[in-house]
C-alpha cells in the first residue's frame, strides 16, 4: 500500500492506495501529521497484526475507524497500537527517554489488561524514534502543495 501525506495550507491529506487499486483519503491536522506518523512507525516496527494503518491496509476507511463500535469489534490491539503511537509521541517531545519507552507502555497496557508486543525494548525505542523524526523532519520540509509518499509493507 502506497500511503500519500499531502501538504495544504494547515491541513494534511491522507491517501491510501491499496494493493487491490482501491483507495481512501481524508484531511488530518491541522498541520503535522506526527500521531499518524507515530502509527505508521510503531505497527510496521513491532509488525502489529491490527492498527490504524493494518486496518486501511485490509479495507477500512477513515468512517469506519472513526466509528466506536468498529473500533471495539477488531480486539485490543489498536488499543495496543495507539498506546505505543501515543508513547512514541511523548518519546518525541521528551517526555519520556527510550530507556523509559518500554516500562511506559508496559504500565498503561497493564493498566488495560492487556499484553506488551514483543519486541519492544530500549533499542527498538531508539530505532523507531529516529524513523519517526525522519518523516517529520521530510514532511516539514515540505511546501503546500508538496507531498511525500511511504510505502507500506505488512
Given amino acids: 500500500m502506497k500511503i500519500v501525506f499531502a501538504k495544504k495550507s ?8 491499496r494493493e487491490d487499486g482501491t483507495f481512501t483519503s481524508a484531511d488530518v491536522g491541522p498541520s503535522l501529521p506526527a500521531h499518524d506518523f507515530a502509527h ?5 516496527a ?19 475507524l472513526a466509528d466506536a463500535a468498529i473500533i471495539r469489534s477488531l480486539g485490543p490491539e489498536p488499543y ?16 519520556c527517554t527510550c530507556d523509559q519507552y518500554a516500562d511506559r507502555v508496559a504500565t498503561e497496557l497493564g493498566q488495560m489488561g492487556l499484553e506488551m508486543p514483543a519486541g519492544v525494548s530500549a533499542e527498538s525505542a531508539e530505532r523507531m524514534l529516529l524513523e519517526l523524526e525522519g518523516l517529520m523532519r521530510h514532511f ?13 509493507k505488512r
Avoid: D, H, K, Y
Avoid at 10 to 17: D, I, Q, S
Avoid at 40 to 44: P, Y
Avoid at 80 to 95: D, K, M, W
Fill in 140 to 152: 516539514g520540509e515540505l511546501s503546500p502543495g508538496e507531498s511525500m509518499e511511504v510505502e507500506w
Fill in 40 to 44: 505508521l512507525v510503531v505497527e510496521r
Fill in 46 to 64: 513491532l509488525g502489529l497484526s491490527s492498527g490504524f494503518f493494518v486496518n486501511v491496509a485490509n479495507g477500512l476507511t477513515f468512517e469506519q
Fill in 10 to 17: 494547515g491541513r494534511t491529506r491522507m491517501t491510501f492506495r
Fill in 80 to 95: 495496543v497500537a495507539e498506546i505505543l503511537a501515543r508513547a512514541l509521541g511523548e518519546l518525541a517531545t521528551g517526555a
